[in-house]
């Protein structure tokens, strides 16, 4: 989506030593990609921006990608998305328009982008959602996903969130950790957040909590082993809570660091609302 961070992402991604195209046509993948092909090695990593901005082109992205797949080359598609409302925010603080937006308002060019881009987002490798994000946090995560190729082969992410501000739309899993008593009603616990060991202690010390986070990981390895078996790289698991404060937080940090042990997989925690008031 335009306005969701492509010029933080391709310049990260610079930074880690890609060669990068940026609002290429899609019609030119092919030919880039024999051009790559014919360089004994001199661009090994190739990343290629492809948006709106090249307006009715971008409709040939789709058949462009498959039949790049159909030649046997490998490639990996990242959608960069943020909620309609950050996006508002973030074309009136740079007062420009949407490529897509002509004669109305901001909010009429992204209807038309989502509507434009939702095959190629339905079908992406990675989604990264940017509306909570400042351009560290999505620098980290476009590291985490391309940065070093020797990693692990699947690197999941365990985000803990709150309900009340809407279910994250990058998770592939939601678990629901509200059966567990909220130390928001506990007067020396309010303040404190997940991560201090006094909550910690509380919300993983009650009864079920061990349970639910040994089974919930039991039931994610036959997922895990089957994300490897089909070459699935990027996973997010998001625990949630009422306001994302205490109960998720506490349980995601448990959860990842017994799932980071698991082989061939790197877990990192992710706190979606900690910081929120």
Known sequence: MSGAGRTTAANVLEDLGWYVVDNLPPQMLKPLAELVGRADGALPKL???VDVRGRSLYSDLAPSLRE???QGVTLRVLFLDSSDEALVRRFESVRRPHPLQ???RILDGITNERDLVAEIRASADLLIDTTGLNVHELARAVTDAFGDSDSPSLRLTVMSFGFKYGIPVDADHVADVRFLPNPYWLPH???????DQPVSD????QNGADTFISRYEAALEPVIEGYLRENRRYATIAIGCTGGKHRSVAIAVELGRRLDKLKSLNASIVHRDLGRE
């Open 102 to 104: 002509g004669e109305g």
């Open 189 to 195: 616990l309010r303040d404190l957040r997940g991560t």
């Open 47 to 49: 990343a290629v921006v």
């Open 202 to 205: 509380f919300v993983l010390g």
């Open 68 to 70: 790049l797949r159909d």
